[in-house]
């Protein structure tokens, strides 16, 4: 199947800092990314979906000036944590699909721990 | 996005045994996928279903998309220890992916 990276696999960091966390298509055009965030023993949480060169379509409940997403091209997509706060520490989960109708393929996730 | 009806929840079996999971949704799905998510990773594609009715395998799992367009399931035969983890089901709609909320799988040796 095709390769989703996502970078960094962990992070930690700083009350108020923001972080960055990257999805990356290695092998297809991804016109589509998805951003998730899974609690422990809880199933994906559907954050927002980005289409390559236009905003991000947030699900209701997230504050998308608190989660930033971009997707400037059509192998990356960025979603950047700002002013993070310890409710933030999650697993951060991308997923790229090439079209309307295929399946979507997963990056390795992102441990945030926010101290 | 909408959420699938994703059963059992959890289920426990020794190595050696089939396992059994379903999902079903109020709406058709054009595309049915498994997942399975080992723990701290991300979930990695099983079984895709592109038509009603398809029965796929893959090893020992074998997934069928319900000819009513609206369920689908994955079977697992002779279980091993390495099958442990969360399987997630999932529909596409035109531009929406819908999950299931995974059923998570023991095995004990």
């Known amino acids: 199947g095709a390769v989703v990276s996502q970078h960094p696999s962990r992070v930690i960091c700083k009350s108020g800092t923001s972080v960055k966390i990257e999805c990356r298509s290695l092998d297809f055009q991804a016109t589509t990314m998805f951003w998730y965030r899974q609690f422990p023993k809880k199933s994906l949480m559907l954050m927002a979906t980005s289409n390559e060169g236009s905003k991000a379509t947030y699900e209701q409940g997230v504050e998308k000036d608190k989660f930033l997403i971009n997707h400037a091209s059509l192998t990356l997509s960025t979603l950047t944590v700002t002013s993070a706060h310890p409710e933030d520490s999650s697993f951060y989960i991308c997923?790229?699909?090439?079209?309307?109708?295929?399946?979507?393929?997963f990056g390795q996730g992102t441990r945030l721990t926010v101290v | 996005g909408q959420q699938l009806n994703q059963s059992p929840q959890s289920m426990f079996i020794q190595e050696g045994e089939d396992v059994s999971m379903n999902c079903t949704s109020s709406?058709?799905?054009?595309?049915w996928l498994w997942y399975k998510q080992d723990p701290g990773e991300g979930p990695v594609l099983l079984i895709a279903l592109y038509k009603a009715g398809e029965l796929t395998s893959n090893g020992r799992l074998t997934a069928q998309f319900g000819i009513t367009r609206k369920d689908s399931f994955l079977n697992i035969s002779a279980s091993i220890p390495s099958d442990v983890g969360i399987y997630f089901c999932?529909?596409?709609?035109?531009?929406?992916?819908?999950f299931g909320k995974g059923t998570s799988l023991l095995v004990t040796p």
């Open positions: 997923s790229a699909r090439t079209g309307a109708l295929t399946e979507a393929f």
């Open positions: 709406s058709i799905f054009n595309t």
């Open positions: 999932a529909g596409t709609k035109e531009y929406a992916l819908n």
